[in-house]
Nanobody, 123 residues
Framework: QVQLVESGGGLVQAGDSLRLSCAASGRTFSMYAVGWFRQAPGKEREFVAAISWSGGRTYYSDSVKGRFAISRDNAKNGVYLQMNSLKPEDTAVYYC????????????????WGQGTQVTVSA
């Protein structure tokens, strides 16, 4: 069974950058597509970015396209989210999830989740 652990969150100012990591355990991790979602207080969990099992295809929400970049290193069992030009509206708990449905923007398609990492962007 694959398990996921996010890290790299923190408190930054608007315009700064952060790199989130999603570390996976389990030999079958490379078989899964992975997505990043975020959830702000009082809001539903929303899709941010996703990547195919090979890393060759990536998907982004309109709100982060051009600012965030998702990547993965299957040799290290890791998926990463580079976040640049951060805005206060990016403030949320960020979760990584694994799915067999590549490119899905629906959190219900992701069956394995990490515990989340908090990102706070001050104005």
């Amino acid at each position: 069974q694959v398990q996921l652990v996010e890290s790299g969150g923190g408190l930054v100012q608007a315009g700064d950058s952060l790199r989130l990591s999603c570390a996976a355990s389990g030999r079958t991790f490379s078989m899964y597509a992975v997505g990043w979602f975020r959830q702000a207080p009082g809001k539903e969990r929303e899709f941010v970015a996703a990547i195919s099992w090979s890393g060759g295809r990536t998907y982004y929400s309109d709100s982060v396209k051009g600012r965030f970049a998702i990547s993965r290193d299957n040799a290290k069992n890791g998926v990463y989210l580079q976040m640049n030009s951060l805005k206060p509206e990016d403030t949320a708990v960020y979760y990584c999830g694994a799915t067999g449905n590549e490119g899905s923007t629906s959190y219900s398609d992701y069956k394995i989740w990490g515990q989340g990492t908090q990102v706070t962007v001050s104005a």
